[in-house]
């Protein structure tokens, strides 16, 4: 079945930094491409971070490049964004999504290849 459950959220200071886990089912974990979207309050939904499970292959959006990575933890089926040096506008609400059919090239944080999405978890930075 279907699941993808958010954590570790919270409110955090400029410079400061922390990490969300997605823990997903067995079915889900087995996609090609996991990744992290967020969406700010009147902004549309933007991909962060998405991996290919098969190679280990990450890409990132420009503004998160050289302080955000994403990572995965086969025997807890959990996907993982670390992020540093957080600015105010990484504040959103960030989504765990999968999508199991990517093949691992060209734009992996395309929005509407990922069918699969948890509930998301508030990132606030002051």
């Known amino acids: 079945h279907v699941q993808l459950v958010e954590s570790g959220g919270g409110s955090v200071q400029a410079g400061g930094s922390m990490t969300l886990a997605c823990s997903t089912s067995e079915y889900t974990y087995k996609s090609n491409c996991l990744a992290w979207f967020r969406q700010a309050p009147g902004k549309e939904r933007e991909g962060v971070a998405a991996i290919y499970t098969r190679a280990g292959f990450t890409q990132y959006a420009d503004s998160v490049k050289g302080r955000f990575t994403i990572s995965l933890e086969n025997a807890k089926r959990t996907v993982y964004l670390q992020m540093n040096s957080l600015k105010p506008e990484d504040t959103a609400m960030y989504y765990c999504?999968?999508?199991?059919?990517?093949?691992?090239?060209?734009?992996?944080?395309?929005?509407?290849?990922?069918?699969?999405w948890g509930q998301g978890t508030q990132v606030t930075v002051s």
């Open positions: 999504a999968a999508d199991r059919y990517c093949t691992g090239r060209g734009h992996l944080l395309l929005l509407a290849e990922y069918t699969e």
